[in-house]
C-alpha cells in the first residue's frame, strides 16, 4: 500500500493569501503545500499537492491517483457545490477522500452549504482557515492507519 497522498485544490485557490484575507487567512498556497508536505514528514508519508483552476483537470488528476495515492485530500473551492463529474471521479477511483474548506461553509451563503464531495467524503475539516489542511493530513493518516 502507498504511503503517499495527494493534496488538490481547485478554482481560485492559488490565490490564497492574497485577497479577502479576512475571509481566507494570509497564508499563500505554496505556504500551505509546503506545511502539508512538513506534516506529513512528520507522519511518516509522502504529500503531493496539485492546483487547477479547471474541473476536467481536476477529475483526470483523481483518476490518475489510483494505484498511486493511498488517499487524497481536497478543497475543491467552488465546485464542491456543483460538481457531480468531481463527485462521480471519487466514486470511481474508490481511495478515501477528506474534504477541506478554510471557511466554514455551512455559516456562509445557503448555496455553500451543498457539497457534493462531502457525499463521498471520509470527513470534511473546514473553518479553520488553512490550518483546515494540516488537520486533514492528520485526518488521513489516521484514516489510512485504520484508527478511529
Ligand atoms: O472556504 C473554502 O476553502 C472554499 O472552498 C473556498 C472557495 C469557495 O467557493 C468555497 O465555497 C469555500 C473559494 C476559493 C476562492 O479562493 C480565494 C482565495 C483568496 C482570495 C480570493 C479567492
Redesign the pocket.
Known sequence: MSRSILVLN????N???????E??GRTTLPEVERDCIAKGKELGIEVECRQSNHEGTLVDWIHEAKGKHAGIII????Y??TSIAIMDAFNSVELPVVE??????HK?EEY?HLSYVSKVAVGSV?GFGTF?YILAVEALANHLAGRK
Open positions: 481547485g478554482p481560485n485557490l490565490l490564497l493569501g492574497t485577497r479577502q484575507p475571509v481566507y478543497n475543491a473551492g467552488a464542491t457545490h477541506v474548506h478554510c471557511s466554514n461553509i456562509r455553500r473546514v483546515s
